[in-house]
Nanobody, 125 residues
C-alpha cells in the first residue's frame, strides 16, 4: 500500500502559523521529490512548494515565498510545510504528493503519482 497522511490543518487567525505534516506509509520518501499543493473553494489546484528527494533544493509559489518553508526528514519518512503570516487567501485544502523530481517553478503536478487525501486550512478572524 502507498499512502500519504496529511495532518496539521485547522482554523487560524490571519497572521498566525500552522505546520502541516505529510507522512508516508507503505513506501519510503527517499527517492521522491515531494510537493505541496492546495485547492481553494471554486478555484483550480495550484502548486505551493516542492522539495527535492535529498532536501537540497526547494521552490515556492510567489504567493507564499518568504512565508512558507518546506522541509523533510527522510529518516522519519515525513515532509513538513511551515506556514507563517497566514492570510485569508491561504484558505484551502492542502495536499502532499510525490514524484521523481520537482517540475516547474512554482511546482506543477506533472509526474505526481502519489497523493494524500488533504488537510483543510482555514484562515479567518
Amino acid at each position: 500500500q502507498l499512502q500519504f497522511v496529511e495532518s496539521g490543518g485547522g482554523l487560524v487567525q490571519p497572521g498566525g502559523s500552522l505546520r502541516l505534516s505529510c507522512a508516508a506509509s507503505g513506501f519510503t520518501l527517499d527517492y521522491y521529490a515531494i510537493g505541496w499543493f492546495r485547492q481553494a473553494p471554486g478555484k483550480e489546484r495550484e502548486g505551493v512548494s516542492c522539495i527535492s528527494s535529498s532536501g537540497g533544493t526547494a521552490n515556492y509559489a510567489d504567493s507564499v515565498k518568504g512565508r512558507f518553508t518546506i522541509s523533510r526528514d527522510n529518516a522519519k519518512n515525513t515532509v513538513w510545510l511551515q506556514m507563517n503570516s497566514l492570510k485569508p487567501e491561504d484558505t484551502a485544502v492542502y495536499y502532499c504528493a510525490a514524484s521523481l523530481v520537482c517540475v516547474g517553478r512554482p511546482p506543477t503536478s506533472y509526474g505526481m503519482d502519489y497523493w494524500g487525501k488533504g488537510t483543510l486550512v482555514t484562515v479567518s478572524s
